[in-house]
């Protein structure tokens, strides 16, 4: 038998590179034992079986390889929900977790609304919104057949299946009828960004995570700007994120489209999400 708290301590060694080690260490451990991860039996030294060791090593090895904690354990937390993932899909962020909370406050009071997320991936966003808000009924759209694999796997995780719809295909094209509210995380990254060489990116996706369209990183945000008129009901609006130092084009494309547009920042202060809106509306 192995020591739990051997083997934490160990894995903390055996992670450099972690920005927290001790808690990649106690996620692996608690998924193995199959309890969550603040289980405070953990703090305690448990005997652990040496299949169970075994397997253990060898998640940190993967970790230590630079292999995302997220594809190891095959699932995310994203707005206190629990969300399979794997490398078709990227792994949802804290800073998404924005889009949540201001499409909740867009969409507050109204009655059964309607939703459309555009590069749907894992579902975290439009899974979330629908698990908020007990009445909306909304569409997913993703290029990616192997996105759309996992966001079915969420859909059903979540009991989903009766309230929103998944589709192949390219931006609006799968589309018809208006929305209340259009949301999307679009590809921002300008291809070649060397950030993304030893970056957690490069076990990601590259085709949610690239602007081939233009690159110039926001092709996908003007594309949808473009379209999205055809879609919106008369109080709709499309949110979109943005990477660092984009809102401002984005606003000023927007306007010269003619419309209006609202920024807010991220935890981190970042200027991250816009929405884009009927001017006057």
Known sequence: ????????????LD?????????????????????????PSLRTDLEITEDQASAFREQVRRRASGEPLAHILGEWEFYGRRFIVNPDVLIPRPDTELLVDW???????????????????????LASLALEIPDLEGDGVDMSAQALAVSRQNCRLHALDDRLQL??????????????LLISNPPYIVP?????EDAVERFEPEMALLDHLDGDGWGHHRALIDAC???????????????RGQTEEIE???????????VRADLSGILRAVYVYQRGK
């Open 252 to 262: 000023r494309y927007a306007l010269g489209k003619g419309w209006d547009s609202e």
């Open 15 to 39: 992670l450099p590179e972690s920005d927290a080690p001790h808690l990649d260490a106690r996620w692996l451990l608690a998924a193995l034992l199959v309890v969550p991860h603040n289980d």
């Open 103 to 125: 499409g909740i406050e867009i969409l507050k009071g109204r009655q059964r609304p309607r939703v459309a997320e555009i590069g749907v991936g894992s579902l975290a966003v």
């Open 192 to 196: 070649g960004d060397p950030e993304l």
């Open 167 to 180: 589709h192949l295909g390219h931006h609006f094209e799968p589309l018809s009828g208006r929305y209340d």
């Open 1 to 12: 038998m192995a020591s739990s708290l051997d083997l934490i301590q160990q894995a903390i």
């Open 229 to 243: 008129g055809g879609y919106l009901s008369e109080s709709g609006g499309l949110l979109l994120e943005c990477g």
